[in-house]
């Protein structure tokens, strides 16, 4: 460590070379803006850059005063080379159509909705109706092996999946990650990619990586977009968005809006058996959840050009929300297989809430050559902030009609949680095939939870210490790492390492208990690919991730929403350590087999215990045993006609798995499937009429000691672009069958109950999107320090 330390304080004093750059057009014979051509860039023998047109336009930076080599392809134009160097303005580019292109038939670039990688699945949410006519959140449920549930949680061919967008980790979870995805419209997103195997770079946190991608045009000036939408559920939502990006010579100011308001109806009916040798006992619970959320999410950016290749940037992003959720629920309560109710229990519940988060970002970046070499430096501060409130009042009402309040509380909470981190990753290059990249990282966090408990039965609240909680909770993490990559021929090759280690303290002050745990963990990852020929491509992957509680799993508050009822986190909970491996082979770029392995061992989960005899039951997370899935998937792309595109996956796993659980072991093995079909039809090319139909099932699996039922999803969706194709109108039918509601059953040894959860995705929407002014080249990619943190903040 002090070694590459010391490397790092010795390469800030190298000096930097001159460094320029140069813009260009590149056109058809007559002058017109010809899109996404692909400009290569070489220099002594070796590739150095590439740039997509957009609307022409294309720009390199970091130039030195050695000749340049380019070359421009595009589908139904000739190929065209030539050289150059510096100091020149701009390069402007005529390209010639073939014989093909002068043909009747007309040639489309077109890049299809889903693409298959070594290393990762992309889902292009821009050519996706479905996906881009609503906000990120039910984005992300259009994804390839993606699902998502009503609670935040989130994973990628049945693993835990971090979110990033472009490249930055989003620093939330649970609803707070729900309510800042649904305040994006996805109508500013390019692309989705579901990374299986993420490299050393990254934080080891997850199973896997689902990257969002916004669009980015190019040129100099400013541009903006406006987008707004409506869904109509049970109840109506509206989202709406704005961006800008404004670039003048070395400076490039940046920014974004978004708005949701979402309003939910979530019917759960649930049921549980609390039996004993000499009593049984059958309570019904039915509840209609309302949540209703408000939340705004915004960024302001700044980057400027130092020269000599060196950037210096700040970035602030901001997410504020206010939520409330009323529900009432009904307790019949039958004992000893009576079939009228001997009780009924009337539970009355508010719960509401603000939340806010910032994050502040300094990054300053330099290029040191034109082979690659560059050292980049990110210092992060995140505060987040939460308050909330639960009131819950309970009636208890008996057979002859007569009621009584049982139970009647109000506890407030408060988490505050900082987090302070800073990095600084190296690259550079060794020989002429291999390229390298190290760095460092720091990270430290504090979170403090107040949640007190006021009995109000009799009219004034009553504080009551011994069911209220105060909790701290640290850790601070260091981490190196390193990583090779080479072409070599048909052989594609990355290797890396990463080191993290972890202090944490855990203290709950008023149970005067202190939980304390270190450890050091290594991750490696290798990734493999061998083309063989254009038909025939081949990739193996391998790594190893790890997944850490979220702040709120390990609070033992307990939130109480009915008097036999609660949640409560723990404090002893301890990460677990998921083994990825995956081969595929490729054929034609159209199909291509999977076969992988992921293997978790003392992974954490939620569990629900029941107290037979009290009749009470509680919701907590434990570190439970091992599981083992073997998964074979099929994906194949098509286009059967000029006007019709079909993406079709099919994926079948085996799982087994062992639990310690209460007083056993269990153990099970089963068999599981998931289908997905997704087609897009052109109805009208003159028109800018298109349509998409989406189909997804998946089997009924076995997630620990529970039963997960099966479910579906058929959605259709129509698109048309207006205003000479700088608007489009889109509108989307959702879950047409209502297939998507959450069923599961649990009957583990004296454990007997079930729910039905419904998640209110059956809906029809109507979006708007708009660009307006210039297009402008890109805002910077950033990862900040602290992106892994802030995605576990709750």
Not at 47 to 63: A, E, T
Not at 181 to 208: C, F, H, M, T, W
Not at 321 to 342: C, G
Not at 650 to 666: A, E, M, N, V
Request: hydrophobic share 30%.
């Amino acid at each position: 460590m002090k070694t590459l330390y010391f490397l790092f304080l010795l390469l800030l004093s190298i000096p930097v070379m001159s460094q320029q750059r140069i813009s260009g057009l590149v056109t058809d014979l007559k002058g017109n803006p010809l899109e996404v051509v692909t400009i290569m860039l070489y220099q002594h023998g070796k590739q150095v850059d590439q740039q997509l047109s957009d609307q022409g336009r294309f720009v390199f930076n970091h130039l030195n005063n050695d000749p340049y080599q380019f070359t421009a392809t595009l589908i139904g134009y000739g190929k065209l080379s030539g050289a150059f160097s510096l100091p020149k303005d701009t390069l402007w580019l005529k390209m010639s159509e073939t014989q093909t292109a002068l043909k009747a038939v007309e040639i489309v670039s077109h890049t299809p909705q889903v693409e298959h990688k070594a290393d990762r699945t992309v889902f292009n949410v821009q050519n996706s109706i479905l996906a881009s006519g609503s906000n990120v959140w039910d984005a992300l449920r259009k994804a390839p092996g993606v699902q998502t549930g009503d609670q935040g949680q989130v994973t990628a061919n049945s693993k835990g999946a971090t979110i990033y967008v472009n490249d930055k980790p989003v620093q939330l979870s649970g609803e707070d990650l729900v309510n800042y995805l649904s305040s994006l419209p996805s109508d500013q997103v390019a692309k989705i990619e579901v990374i299986s195997n993420p490299s050393a770079r990254y934080d080891a946190k997850g199973g896997s990586i689902i990257n969002i991608i916004t669009k980015k045009p190019k040129a100099n000036g400013f541009n903006g977009t406006v987008n707004a939408g409506y869904t109509q559920a049970s109840y109506g939502s509206y989202n709406a968005g704005t961006t800008f990006n404004y670039r003048q010579d070395k400076l490039n100011v940046y920014g974004n809006y978004g708005y949701s308001d979402k309003k939910i109806r979530r019917p759960i009916e649930g049921y549980t058996i609390f039996e004993t040798p000499n009593s049984y006992a059958y309570w019904e619970n039915t509840r209609t959840v309302v949540p209703e959320i408000r939340a705004h999410s915004y960024q302001l950016g700044a980057d400027y050009d130092l020269g000599a290749g060196q950037v210096i940037g700040v970035l602030v992003n901001g997410y504020n929300a206010d939520r409330s959720s009323p529900y009432n629920i009904t307790n019949p309560v039958f004992n000893n297989h009576r079939p009228q109710a001997d009780s009924t229990l009337n539970t009355h519940s508010e719960l509401g809430g603000t939340t806010s988060q910032y994050s502040y970002n300094v990054n300053y970046k330099v290029k040191l050559d034109s082979a690659g070499k560059s050292l980049n430096v990110d210092l992060d501060y995140v505060p987040y902030r939460n308050s909330a409130g639960t009131y819950v009042s309970t009636n208890t009402v008996l057979p002859d009609g007569a009621s009584y309040r049982s139970f009647d509380i109000y506890t407030p909470s408060f988490q505050n949680i900082d987090i302070w981190s800073g990095k600084m990753d190296y690259t550079y290059a060794l020989g002429n095939k291999w390229n390298l990249e190290s760095g460092v990282k720091y990270t430290g966090i504090h979170t403090d939870n107040q949640f007190d408990y006021y009995e109000m039965g009799s009219g004034k609240p009553v504080y009551d210490i011994s069911r209220s909680n105060h909790f701290k909770y640290s850790e601070n993490t260091a981490a190196a790492y390193t990583s090779a990559n080479a072409h070599m021929g048909k052989w594609s090759i990355e290797a890396g390492l990463r080191a993290e280690y972890t202090r944490t303290t855990g203290n709950a002050i008023t149970l005067d208990s202190v939980n304390h745990n270190n450890y050091l963990k290594l991750f490696p990852t290798v990734s493999l690919s061998y083309k063989a020929s254009d038909d025939h491509q081949f990739a193996f992957n391998f790594n190893r991730r790890i997944d850490r509680p979220e702040y709120k799993q390990l609070n033992p508050a307990r939130a109480y929403s009915s008097p036999y009822s609660f949640q409560q986190g723990n404090p002893a909970l301890q990460p677990y350590i998921t083994t990825n491996a995956e081969m595929n082979y490729t054929l034609k770029e159209l199909y291509t087999v999977s076969a992988s392995y992921s293997g978790m061992q003392g992974l954490f989960s939620n569990v629900n215990i029941q107290d037979n005899v009290q009749h009470t039951s509680y919701d907590t997370q434990l570190n439970l045993g091992y599981i083992h899935d073997f998964f074979l998937t099929f994906l194949v792309n098509l286009t059967p006609a000029p006007w019709w595109e079909a993406n079709f996956t099919l994926s079948g796993f085996y799982r087994q798995q062992g639990t310690d659980f209460l007083t056993s072991y269990y153990t099970s093995h089963n068999w599981a499937t998931e289908l997905s079909a997704t087609q897009s039809f052109v109805l009208s090319k003159t028109a800018g009429l298109k349509a998409e139909l989406q189909t997804y099932y998946r089997s009924p699996i076995n997630q620990g000691v529970l039963y997960v039922a099966s479910n579906n999803d058929i959605s259709i969706g129509f698109s048309k672009t207006v205003l000479h194709n700088k608007g489009s109108v889109k509108l989307n039918c959702s879950d047409i069958l209502n297939g998507n509601p959450y069923r599961l059953s649990n009957n583990y040894l004296d454990q007997h109950n079930g729910m039905r959860v419904g998640n209110d995705t059956r809906s029809i929407s109507v979006s708007f999107s708009y660009r307006f002014g210039k297009k402008i080249e890109a805002s910077r990619k950033r990862n900040t320090a602290t992106e892994e943190e802030k995605r576990r903040v709750n």
